[in-house]
């Protein structure tokens, strides 16, 4: 356990046996393995003509090799797919933003400072995690129609700047919540308010919860598809995922191939997203060095 | 909520008289500014709907024609007539104790495993992480039928030793694990949460631990566990409250019947169907407020008894 | 909403709302008086199509504007129902022969008698097909493809497990000897003569029909009872024993989709679905497939009946809904516009127009235009419209189905079917 991944270049240490490591590099790709299956599947899925995805098969290979769901995929719709890659990017950067500026600003509030009827406001705000979203969807809908906001992105961002989504809040007081409190209280005895101590103490030492909340963000944003389906109705402001979910056709013609074309496609951003905060979430207690 | 208000420096010291910013740091004026965002959201935006939802859970309300006031009746419904009530409550909760504990142990295990120097590190976290990004998309339906129906992928392997499977994703008797497996299957977020919970403990309490001679388990259980309490809770009840509120896996795999056999009739899908299948949106908001009582009284529990296994540093 | 005030005095006070909306570029335009919203679910060719047609009335009609959406199937219900909710519906939707007597009966759509012989000139369509979107006495939609149930099967399996397939006029009797002959023959693992059809509505309202039943009557109670359901569970129960039809497990892979059909998964030879899937399922089909009517009673009345694939109907709080109506017409009742849509929603009612599209058609459509042409001894009148709580029977028939599939005795499982549906019918 001491040898945590910062601190020395990851790697065979000396006393480590050559063996050991092949062992659990062994282990570890065969549960890759499983792990990918289904995404090498979809792949495979994305290269196969239609007649030859469903039949029965479980062979990864495809029959047939063909590129031509990019194709279709990518054009198929009155509107390319590089329009809803836009859009979704878009949507998922502002409200990334959002929310890891509201939900710090909130959590701080609640882990770090008191105030009259903290405990109440705090059930209330876990309370908003668990009623079904199917129940406040037509309500939400009136509430945004008389707002004028359907069919614009504003139901989709504008609510991360006031920090709806109760997760994030949650997460970052518990993170929050762990960081030592002799700081605050020498921060205070300097005088710095309340601001500065946000600022200047617990975001600079809170770099891995806040990276974890921005890939979230980021790839849940991505993922919405309930929100958007409600809220868009313009194709040329769609996002991925309803662009996705437009090739579908349960009761008539579909495009499988081009589902699968698109969908291999639509995780690059993402998975990108992804290494690129890990290493954020990884590193960025290093920088920090963090003692006590 | 419970627990929660206890040992805060800030708050105990006494305001100097006469200083406003000292009034204001230490009282209110503080608390409810940084509050201020979240509260604006909460009541111009979230708290309209919620209620709007609970009026609605008395009326007789078919999404087309203007709401009905019925008093209880969707109330007293549920208590009394209504199997598919049942079943679903059974599906749910089913799925809740298998999914949730399996799910959390194979994250932070992962977590642990990833936290240490293997060479590949960044490649094997992201490859692990993959399932995750693929959430709700439609492509999983497809892609669990590839493992688990009659010909799939799992009755392959088991045919080579001689062992005929059924067909698991649509037998009324396994239908509900295939979606625990596909429920563990995407355990990334937990995962990175339990990270950077461990990216935060501080380095030298190992160095110091290691000086001391402690062995590596004793270290685990002394100084690992502990301080990562915080984040187990954290991933036990949101993990749990999701499990709870489960919809996607099962409207994409059995695309929304529930099925077969209501076996995989989540009830968060059993009210969707009420809403938007049958017409039956009050129904449906008595159904919602149902569960959210259920739940908060699960993570009342989960608050009381964190008193006494989570540890803050305070 | 007492949150709105509050939330508009919110946003809008810190400017948050006025900064965002401009950033990002999107304002609604604001309602004219000539615009209309176009909303429909499927594919992407229909999408073009429809799109190219509208585009096509636009040009022809001068200030008139029309916006569209699409969306999949099951997309397309909860979005419709919010907005209908919301008091935003589009003015002119694709509706559901099923969810027609939903949507018309609660008023979200409205009669069109009134336009008859003005702006919809759709008298060519005939009366049958006018009842069949109507809903107590009142028109309600306009037939955008003519539809009916099918058997769908691949002749080259039945050809090599040494049987001959399903054809116009075969009795259930034979049927069933045909698919355990199919069993005896076949040597392809994991493989059946056909999907198991006892949870599905259509094939049991058609079977019930052809007995002298049916499935709901005029006053809207069901019209047939635990025997008659029983025999139908038993009927498949003897399938499924002679190794006829899929075992449960597989058949509960069917979720009557497309691509979920045992027929697409390589279980079964023959499906049943509606004629106007026949396109789609033969594009996810190697095998060459071909299409005839379900079996029937010997000696028994025809059960079959033709629906509408879809309908177009107008809103009730369309602003324009003679504009809607107009533009309604054009794609059905006019060359222009009837020949961008095709048959891409199935065979179009107005006789004109099928001819005008005749010489047009691909080899697999022509199969289905074939087939709807020679249903015509097989079909029986249109039943009477389907209570309110149908489409919950039809998931419980499923439901029941599967339960006797996997155990529950026929007998039993019609007893359990019938006291359901009824309890279901009477909270309606």
């Known amino acids: 356990m001491n040898d945590a991944a910062h601190a020395a270049p990851p790697g065979d240490t000396p006393e480590r046996p050559i063996l050991h490591s092949v062992l659990i590099h062994s282990a570890l790709i065969g549960v890759s393995f499983l792990m990918l299956y289904p995404l090498l599947w979809m792949v495979s899925g994305s290269v196969r003509p239609a007649d030859d995805m469903f039949g029965g098969q479980t062979s990864l290979i495809p029959s047939q090799v063909t590129l031509q769901a990019y194709k279709t995929g990518w054009f198929g719709l009155q509107v390319s797919f590089g329009t809803f890659f836009l859009n979704s990017l878009a949507i998922s950067v502002l409200a990334t933003i959002g929310n890891v500026m509201a939900a710090s600003v909130t959590a701080f509030a609640f882990s770090r400072l008191e105030f009259f009827g903290k405990s109440f406001w705090f059930a209330l705000m876990l309370g908003t995690l668990m009623l079904p979203y199917h129940v406040t969807l037509i309500p939400q809908y009136v509430l945004f129609l008389k707002m004028d906001w359907v069919n614009t992105w504003l139901p989709l961002v504008v609510p991360k700047y006031f920090a709806v989504d109760a997760f994030f809040i949650f997460l970052m007081v518990q993170f929050f919540r762990g960081l030592p409190r002799e700081l605050d209280e020498a921060a205070m005895m300097d005088g710095c308010s309340a601001w500065r101590i946000y600022w200047k103490i617990v975001l600079p030492l809170s770099l891995p919860v806040l990276a974890t909340a921005a890939i979230f963000s980021f790839i849940w944003t991505w993922e919405d598809f309930f929100g958007p389906l409600i809220y868009l109705g313009d194709i040329h402001s769609y996002t991925v995922q309803i662009g996705l979910r437009s090739l579908i056709d349960s009761s008539g013609t579909s495009d499988w191939g081009a589902l699968f074309a698109m969908s291999v496609l639509s995780l690059i951003p993402i998975f990108l997203i992804f290494l690129f905060f890990q290493r954020l979430l990884i590193e960025g207690i290093a920088t920090t060095g963090m003692k006590r | 909520m419970v627990s929660f208000t206890a040992g805060d420096a800030v708050a105990r010291r006494p305001a100097k008289p006469g200083r406003l910013s000292r009034f204001f740091f230490a009282g209110n004026g503080a608390g409810y500014m940084f509050l201020a965002p979240w509260l604006i959201g909460f009541l111009g935006l979230t708290l309209g709907p919620a209620l709007a939802s609970l009026y609605l859970s008395f009326t007789d309300y078919d999404l087309l024609q203007s709401p009905r006031f019925v008093g209880m009746d969707n109330y007293v419904r549920m208590a009394t007539g209504d199997a598919k009530f049942a079943a679903a409550m059974k599906v749910t909760f089913i799925y809740v104790i298998l999914s949730v504990p399996l799910k959390l142990i194979f994250a932070l295990a992962l977590a642990m495993a990833f936290n240490r120097g293997i060479k590949g590190l960044p490649f094997y976290r992201a490859v692990f992480y993959l399932p995750s990004l693929l959430g709700g998309s439609v492509a999983i339906a497809v892609l669990w039928r590839q493992l688990f129906a009659a010909d799939g992928l799992v009755n392959s392997v088991l045919s080579v030793f001689g062992i005929d499977g059924p067909s698991w994703i649509s037998n009324p008797n396994y239908s509900l694990y295939t979606l625990v497996v596909l429920s563990v299957w995407q355990f990334g977020s937990p995962m990175i949460i339990f990270l950077a919970g461990l990216r935060q403990i501080p380095q030298d309490m190992y160095e110091a631990a290691n000086m001391d001679g402690a062995s590596k388990a004793r270290q685990f259980f002394r100084i690992t566990l502990p301080l990562l309490t915080p984040v187990i809770f954290f991933n036990f009840v949101i993990q749990t409250i999701d499990a709870f509120k489960a919809f996607t896996p099962s409207f994409i795999i059995s695309a929304g019947t529930g099925g077969p056999i209501n076996s995989t009739l989540f009830y968060t899908l059993y009210l969707y169907q009420e809403a938007f299948g049958f017409f039956r949106m009050g129904y449906a908001s008595a159904l919602a407020w149902v569960l959210v009582l259920i739940i908060a009284v699960f993570t009342a529990f989960s608050f009381l008894t964190a008193r006494y296994w989570v540890h803050y540093d305070e | ?428």
């Open chain 3, 1 to 428: 909403m007492s949150a709105y005030s509050v939330s508009r005095r919110g946003l809008l006070g810190a400017g948050a709302g006025i900064a965002a909306a401009s950033l990002l570029g999107l304002r609604p335009a604001a309602a004219q008086q000539k615009d209309i919203r176009v909303f429909w679910w499927g594919s992407q060719e229909r999408a073009d199509r429809t799109n190219r047609a509208v585009d096509a009335y636009k040009k022809a009609n001068a200030g008139i504007d029309a916006k569209t959406e699409f969306a999949g199937w099951s997309d397309y219900w909860p979005r419709l129902a919010t907005r209908v909710a919301g008091r935003n519906a589009p003015d002119l939707l694709q509706m559901d022969y099923r969810y027609m007597f939903e949507y018309a009966r609660r008023g979200a759509i409205v009669p069109l008698d009134q336009y008859l012989g003005n702006a919809l000139k759709i008298e060519d369509f005939g009366k049958a097909n006018l009842e069949s979107c109507s809903v107590d006495g009142k028109l309600y939609g306009i037939n955008l493809g003519v539809n009916s149930s099918c058997a769908v099967f691949d002749p080259a399996a039945w050809e090599a497990a040494g049987v001959a397939p399903l054809a116009f006029g075969n009795s259930w009797d034979e049927f069933v000897s045909k698919c355990a002959a199919f069993a005896k023959g076949n040597k392809r693992k994991k493989f059946y003569a056909t999907m198991d059809a006892s949870g599905h509505e259509p094939g049991f309202e058609l079977w019930l029909v052809q007995n002298g039943r049916a499935l709901y009557g005029e006053d809207g109670k069901l019209a047939f009872d635990e025997k008659d359901a029983g025999n139908w569970f038993k009927l498949w129960a003897e399938l499924r024993k002679s190794g006829g039809c899929v075992p449960p497990d597989v058949q509960a892979l069917d979720k009557s989709t497309l691509d979920t059909s045992t027929l697409t998964l390589g279980y079964a030879a023959t499906a049943f679905p509606h004629s106007n899937q026949f396109v789609g399922l033969q594009q996810l089909n190697k095998a060459k497939l071909d299409i005839t009517a379900f079996p029937v009673t010997a000696g028994g009345k025809p059960g079959q009946y033709l629906k509408p694939s879809q309908m177009w109907s107008i809103a009730s709080d369309s602003k324009n809904p003679e504009i809607a109506v107009k533009l309604a017409n054009f794609t059905v009742a006019e060359a222009a516009g009837a020949k961008i849509l095709g048959v891409e929603r199935g065979v179009p009612a107005s006789s004109g127009m099928r001819e005008l599209l005749g010489p047009d058609l691909d080899e697999v459509s022509k199969k289905v235009v074939d087939y709807i042409g020679k249903l015509g001894p097989y079909t029986a009148k249109l039943p009477p419209s389907p209570p309110k709580g149908a489409g919950e029977v039809a998931f419980v028939l499923e439901r029941v189905s599967q339960e006797v599939a996997f155990g529950v005795s026929p007998e039993e499982g019609g007893k359990k079917f019938v006291t359901e549906a009824a309890s279901i019918l009477k909270r309606g």
